[in-house]
C-alpha cells in the first residue's frame, strides 16, 4: 500500500560492473501502485501524482497486472527526444488544463523494477529475479508503458552513456544482481555527464535560514548578446555562504536600472524565457525573490546537461573566474550531444541484456 519511498542511486565517476545497467531516464520517478482498476502514481516525495496523468492511468490498466507495485519514471517524448520542460507543465492545479495537457503533452511510464505481485511482496528478492518477474509482467505492454533497456556488457553501457543523451537521457544507472529493494537507501549508482561553463553571475537569492547567500544566479549570452537566466549554483558550506555575502557586497546594486534582467523583472514574463523572478512550480509559498548584482563576476561552474536553453539541474561552483570576460560567457562553449532517435531507446529488447 502506498506510500512507499523509491531505491535510490549514489553517484559515482565510472560505471561499475555489477552485472546491469539500464539507461538514466529524466522525468519524474513514481512508484505505481494498481489494484483492479484503482491505480496511485506516488511521486519520490511520496505524494500522489494520480491527478496530474489520467492518460497514463488509463494505459496502466491496458498493459499490467491487475495486482501490482511497479518502480518507474514518468517522461514526455516529443519527437525524438524526452522534454523535461513539458513534463513539469503536465503539475497544474486547474483540472481542464490537466486535461487539455493530457491530449496535448501524453506522458509515458518507462518501468524498471516490480517491488509486488499479485499477493507476493518482492522487496526482499533479489534484483536479478525481480528483473525476471518484470520483464514477464510486462511482456505484452505496448506504448506508452516501456520496460527499460538493460546491458550486461560493460561495452554497450558506455556506448549508452556516450550516445543516448542526445535523446535526452542524462546517463545510466548500475543495478547489483543480488541486491534487494531498498526504500530511500542509496543502493544502486548512478553516472551522469558533466561539463563545465563560465557564466556571469548577475544576482543571488538569500537562504532560507537567514541573511547568508542562498544560491548565485547564472547567466550567459545569447547570439543577441541578452544575458539569459540559465540557473542557479547552490551547494555551499554554511561558512561559505556567510563569505559570499562579503564578497558579492562591492558588486550589489539597489535598482535595476540597466540591469540585464532589468525588463524581465519588470514585465514578469519574456517571451517563454526562464526569468530570475519566476514562482515556484513546485512550491507556491518559496520566496524566489533576488538580489542584482552587477554582471561583472565570472565563476566556472560544472553541470550535467541542458534542457532547452538552461541547465538541466543545479550547477556546481567551482571557482571564480577574475581572468574571464563576461561578454566571453556565451553558448557558444557549451558542448551539444549528438542527437539520437529515442525510439530505439524505447523500442530495445524488452527483457534482453544487450542492445
Known sequence: MPPVAPMLAKAVKEIPDVGHVEPKWDGFRTIVFRDGDEVELGSRNERSMTRYFPELVESIRRATPRRCVLDGEIVVVRGDRLDFDALQQRIHPAASRVRLLAEQTPASLVAFDLLALDDADLMAEPFARRRELLAGALADAEPPVHLTRAT???????????????????GVVAKPLD?????????????????????????????????????????????????????????????????????????????????????????????????????????????????????????????????????????????????????????????????????????????????
Open 179 to 355: 541486491g534487494p529493494y531498498q526504500p530511500d537507501r542509496r543502493a544502486m549508482f548512478k553516472v551522469k555527464h558533466e561539463r563545465t561553463a563560465d557564466c556571469v553571475v548577475a544576482g543571488f537569492r538569500w537562504h532560507k535560514s537567514g541573511p547568508v547567500v542562498g544560491s548565485l544566479m547564472l547567466g550567459l549570452h545569447s547570439d543577441d548578446g541578452v544575458l539569459q537566466h540559465v540557473g542557479v549554483s547552490a551547494s555551499f558550506t554554511m561558512a561559505r555562504r556567510a563569505q559570499l555575502v562579503e564578497d558579492l557586497a562591492p558588486y550589489r546594486v539597489h535598482d535595476l536600472s540597466g540591469h540585464p534582467w532589468q525588463v524581465w523583472a519588470e514585465a514578469g514574463a519574456a517571451d517563454g524565457r526562464r526569468l530570475p523572478g519566476a514562482v515556484s512550480r513546485w512550491n507556491a509559498g518559496k520566496d524566489l525573490s533576488w538580489m542584482p548584482l552587477r554582471p561583472d563576476l565570472v565563476c566556472e561552474v560544472s553541470y550535467d546537461h541542458m534542457e532547452g536553453n538552461r541547465f538541466r539541474h543545479t550547477a556546481r561552483f567551482l571557482r571564480w573566474r577574475p581572468d574571464r570576460d563576461p561578454a566571453g560567457c556565451t553558448y557558444d562553449q557549451l558542448e551539444e550531444p549528438v542527437r539520437f532517435d529515442l525510439a530505439e531507446v524505447l523500442g530495445g529488447p524488452a527483457a534482453g541484456r544487450s542492445s
Open 152 to 170: 550486461a556488457d560493460p561495452a554497450v553501457a558506455r556506448q549508452w552513456f556516450d550516445s543516448f543523451e542526445g535523446a535526452g537521457l542524462d
